[in-house]
Nanobody, 121 residues
Framework: QKQLVESGGGLVQPGGSLRLSCAASGFTLDDYAIGWFRQAPGKEREGVSCISSSGFRTNYADSVKGRFTISRDNAKNTVYLQMNSLKPEDTAVYYC??????????????WGQGTQVTVSS
């Protein structure tokens, strides 16, 4: 069964860091681009970052550029999101998703259950 599982969320103070992981099972992660999304209470889901299957191409939402870094380890079937200089407005449930393509297109076909990130003092 194809599955994505996020981990690494938690409570962190403003200015702190977290690293989220997205582990895949039931399929080979390196055939697909992977995206990270987030959804805050009362807000629509927004795209945070995406990485191509090779890892050579990445993109970021303007709100996280320079603070977040997406990476992948295909040997471990895992994609990461390193989040630094966290702000209260980064508080959300973070999801990873499998893109239908090897590049970052707008179509995703498999989603994880999400991990909560709370940035608060």
């Amino acid at each position: 069964q194809k599955q994505l599982v996020e981990s690494g969320g938690g409570l962190v103070q403003p200015g702190g860091s977290l690293r989220l992981s997205c582990a895949a099972s039931g399929f080979t992660l390196d055939d697909y681009a992977i995206g990270w999304f987030r959804q805050a209470p009362g807000k629509e889901r927004e795209g945070v970052s995406c990485i191509s299957s090779s890892g050579f191409r990445t993109n970021y939402a303007d709100s996280v550029k320079g603070r977040f870094t997406i990476s992948r380890d295909n040997a471990k079937n895992t994609v990461y999101l390193q989040m630094n200089s966290l702000k209260p407005e980064d508080t959300a449930v973070y999801y990873c998703a499998r893109n239908k393509q090897y590049y970052c297109s707008g179509s995703y076909d498999s989603w994880g259950q999400g991990t909560q990130v709370t940035v608060s003092s």
